[in-house]
């Protein structure tokens, strides 16, 4: 079992572009949940998907989109890139519902704006 | 809004020695999950250890425990024999609602 795994690990972009991360969950895992972690930071929570659809928002702005494809893996979209986006993205992915709430995560993308 | 706040931004253990992380948190739910989970320097968040609120009994694996105190809102972790493999950092999580709300995080450093 390859776990969550994350693309690219390692990003710059230009302050005004666009970038895609990638996330393919475990295996056997339907819903993938976004986090940003500030440097020096706990994550916090962007978006979480389930069954292809948006299920759970947090406190980010609509440049933060994201996509779910049926094979359940997904991508986060950063549209308009500011300074302050300059984080790692983490991925994590879970089953729904109360029963087995553990979420498992993968090595993050570190995402550098200039 | 929910909140977890971690007031120990470092901490240090000698090896062996045990250390405890404090963390409170504050939520409006009535059924809900608490978690410790570990960053090493790889990034990979690593989950250490899980509490359900509804269960009076403290949560245990193998050398790390919790004091899980649910009328005072506080969810401490107790690393026991703590090895140079433990230095990390480490964050006190709630799940309202299905997503992981974290703490600001506290760095433990083991000392040989």
């Known amino acids: 079992d390859a776990g969550v795994t994350q693309s690219p690990t390692h990003l710059i972009k230009t302050r005004g572009q666009q970038v895609t991360l990638r996330c393919s969950p475990k295996?056997?895992?339907?819903?993938v949940s976004w986090y940003q972690q500030a440097l020096g930071q706990g994550p916090q929570f962007i978006f979480q998907y389930y069954e292809e659809e948006e299920r759970q928002r947090g406190n980010f702005p609509d440049r933060f989109s994201g996509h779910q494809f049926p094979n359940y893996s997904s991508e986060l979209n950063v549209n308009a890139l500011l300074l302050g986006d300059s984080a790692l993205y983490l991925c994590?992915?879970?089953?729904?519902?109360?029963?087995?709430?553990?979420?498992?995560f993968g090595q993050g993308t570190r995402l550098t704006v200039v | 809004a929910q909140t977890v706040t971690q007031s120990q931004p470092e901490m240090s253990v000698q090896e062996a020695e045990t250390v405890t992380l404090s963390c409170t948190y504050d939520t409006s739910e009535s059924d809900y999950y608490l978690f410790w989970y570990k960053q090493p320097p790889s990034r990979q968040m690593i989950l250490v250890i899980r509490q359900e609120a509804y269960k009076q009994q403290n949560a245990t694996e193998n050398r790390f425990s919790v004091n899980f105190q649910k009328a005072a809102k506080s969810f401490s972790l107790k690393i026991s024999d703590s090895q140079l493999g433990d230095a990390a950092m480490y964050f006190c999580a709630s799940d309202p609602a299905d997503k992981l709300i974290f703490g600001t995080g506290t760095r433990l450093q083991v000392f040989p």
């Open positions: 994590a992915s879970s089953l729904p519902g109360t029963e087995n709430t553990e979420a498992f």
């Open positions: 295996s056997g895992h339907d819903t």
